[in-house]
Nanobody, 123 residues
C-alpha cells in the first residue's frame, strides 16, 4: 500500500489549502484514514480521522470548524480542506492508513504513511 500526499504550500494567515492523499496498492475502502502533522522540534500530532466507510470525521480541537476531512473511495483519495489557516498550522502534514479504532490518535494504529507535504502559513 502506498500513499501519496500533495497540496501543501505557502499561504498567508487566513488563507486556505486543500491537501490530497491518493492510496494505491491496496483496498482503499477498507482503511480508516487520518492526517497527522509535525512541526520542527515537535512530536507528530493527530489532526483528523475518517472511517473507512466515510461519514462524520473526527478532529483535534485546534482545527475544529476550520478543517474538513473527506474521502472519495472511487478515487482512492482523501482530502483535507484547511481554511482560516494560522501560523501555528505550519508543519509537514502526513496522511496515514490503518484499521484501528475510530478516531485513533495513536500513530501505531496506522500501518501505512505518505511522504508528507509541507504547509507553511505566514503571518
Amino acid at each position: 500500500v502506498q500513499l501519496q500526499a500533495s497540496g501543501g504550500g505557502l499561504v498567508q494567515a487566513g488563507g486556505s489549502l486543500r491537501l490530497s492523499c491518493v492510496v494505491s496498492g491496496g483496498t482503499f475502502s477498507r482503511y480508516n484514514m487520518a492526517w497527522f502533522r509535525q512541526a520542527p522540534g515537535k512530536e507528530r500530532e493527530f489532526v483528523a480521522f475518517i472511517r473507512w466507510s466515510g461519514g462524520s470525521a473526527y478532529y483535534t480541537d485546534s482545527v475544529k470548524g476550520r478543517f474538513m476531512l473527506s474521502r472519495d473511495n472511487a478515487k482512492h483519495t482523501v482530502y483535507l480542506q484547511m481554511n482560516s489557516l494560522k501560523p501555528e498550522d505550519s508543519a509537514i502534514y502526513y496522511c496515514a492508513a490503518g484499521r484501528g479504532a475510530w478516531g485513533s490518535r495513536d500513530t501505531s494504529n496506522y500501518g501505512y504513511w505518505g511522504q508528507g507535504t509541507q504547509v507553511t502559513v505566514s503571518s
